[in-house]
T-cell receptor
């Protein structure tokens, strides 16, 4: 089967750094996505990793280790507007009834002043 | 259009009624997806269209759910005889290329369905 695990909730302080982990066990791998979803809104694309290593994009970075089935999203200089759910999703060749983009349940991040 | 467009944004319907939800994907995107997200839950895959090929309906939860995509562009998701457990946000997404290829999918704002 296909399985994506990420923490349910995290809390961090404004200005700090937070790391959101994601582990996956899937049949095949065509890349890993991170999406941000504010309450009541649609998910928006943050990053895509298909090779091992770190991809940096402004305050956000995403890391992938394919051998470990592991990724993390790193958010620096946290701002209040970063309070949202962060969805980890893995693209697979054949997903069956789960589709080809398997989503985790999301990590709800709360940024406190 | 500039992004994935969905309508209606919000729909309140009585139990037992049929509803239609519309999605207009990003121009040029051949792949179109419907997902469902219940309150506080993850995204649940429903159906996938690729161009004019037969859709992958393997995620549809029951035969009350159906979807069409006309002309390889606009899609309609229909829920017949709605039940309260159908209350959720229905998200449409589109992308270039075939699924599973690693192409980024872009989501619409969703249609928020409440069955009372």
């Amino acid at each position: 089967g296909q399985n994506i695990d990420q923490p349910t909730e995290m809390t961090a302080t404004e200005g700090a750094i937070v790391q959101i982990n994601c582990t996956y066990q899937t049949s095949g791998f065509n890349g890993l996505f991170w999406y941000q979803q504010h309450a009541g809104e649609a998910p928006t694309f943050l990053s895509y990793n298909v090779l091992d290593g770190l991809e940096e994009k402004g305050r956000f970075s995403s890391f992938l280790s394919r051998s470990k089935g592991y990724s993390y999203l790193l958010l620096k200089e946290l701002q209040m507007k970063d309070s949202a759910s962060y969805l980890c999703a893995v693209s697979v060749p054949y997903g069956g009834s789960q589709g080809n983009l398997i989503f985790g349940k999301g990590t709800k991040l709360s940024v406190k002043p | 259009g500039a992004g994935v467009s969905q309508s209606p944004s919000n729909k309140v319907t009585e139990k037992g009624k049929d509803v239609e939800l519309r999605c207009d994907p990003i121009s040029g995107h051949t792949a179109l997806y419907w997902y469902r997200q219940s309150l506080g839950q993850g995204l649940e895959f429903l159906i996938y269209f690729q161009g004019n090929s037969a859709p992958d309906k393997s995620g549809l939860p029951s035969d009350r759910f159906s979807a069409e995509r006309t002309g390889g562009s606009v899609s309609t998701l229909t829920i017949q005889r709605t039940q309260q457990e159908d209350s959720a946000v229905y998200l449409c997404a589109s992308s270039f290329g075939i699924r599973g290829s690693g192409n980024t999918i872009y989501f619409g704002e969703g249609s928020w369905l409440t069955v009372v």
